[in-house]
């Protein structure tokens, strides 16, 4: 491997890291919020509750990049509404769980395991083959903060002050 390699190797995963982190202090100060006599609320029949999506949110990067560094071809999962937590007080140790988890898989993984294949299989049949650190990219933090972005929405349904997120929301202002 060159120098040159190692670098962008390094650079990579240690940005994906740095944003991990950045992105799981913002988590926190939304799940902190979630109230504990709400979780079986929904917006909608179809919906989520808030329990359950607020705890999706909490374990969504370690459950992703655990499935993300798993070799050769994985089976969809099942997809479902979720588990619930029985209370408010469970959701931060759940994502401090998870950012842990998503720390140890990323950090064991090199350049050659990032720009490999991520190959996903239904019933034997491949769905979908992309590089690992794009599935990573799009999945584990993508899908992480469109699942975050509804939990606001949820908040903001019941009334809960929404924290600053990407800059001031209406309810809190980190410039002022």
């Avoid at 650079?11 to 504990?36: C, F, K, N, Y």
Wanted: a negative charge; hydrophobic letters at 40%.
């Amino acid at each position: 491997m060159s120098m040159r390699e190692g670098a962008r190797e390094a650079s990579i995963i240690d940005d994906m890291l740095r944003e991990l982190e950045q992105e799981a202090a913002t988590t926190r100060r939304l799940l902190e919020r979630v109230p504990d006599d709400q979780l079986g609320w929904k917006p909608h029949p179809k919906a989520r509750t808030l329990g359950e999506l607020a705890l999706h949110v909490a374990v969504v990067p370690g459950g992703v990049a655990q499935f993300a560094s798993t070799p050769g071809p994985v089976q969809a999962p099942q997809f479902s509404s979720g588990p619930s937590p029985q209370s408010a007080d469970e959701l931060v140790p759940a994502l401090e769980k998870s950012v842990a988890e998503a720390r140890e898989a990323l950090g064991g993984m090199d350049e050659r395991t990032l720009q490999s294949d991520f190959r996903m299989m239904h019933e034997g049949r491949e769905i979908f083959s992309i590089p690992r650190v794009a599935f990573l990219r799009s999945v584990m933090l993508n899908h992480w903060y469109h699942h975050r972005g509804q939990l606001t929405v949820y908040l903001r349904q019941l009334g809960v002050p929404i924290p600053s997120i990407y800059g001031a929301s209406a309810d809190e202002n980190p410039f002022a």
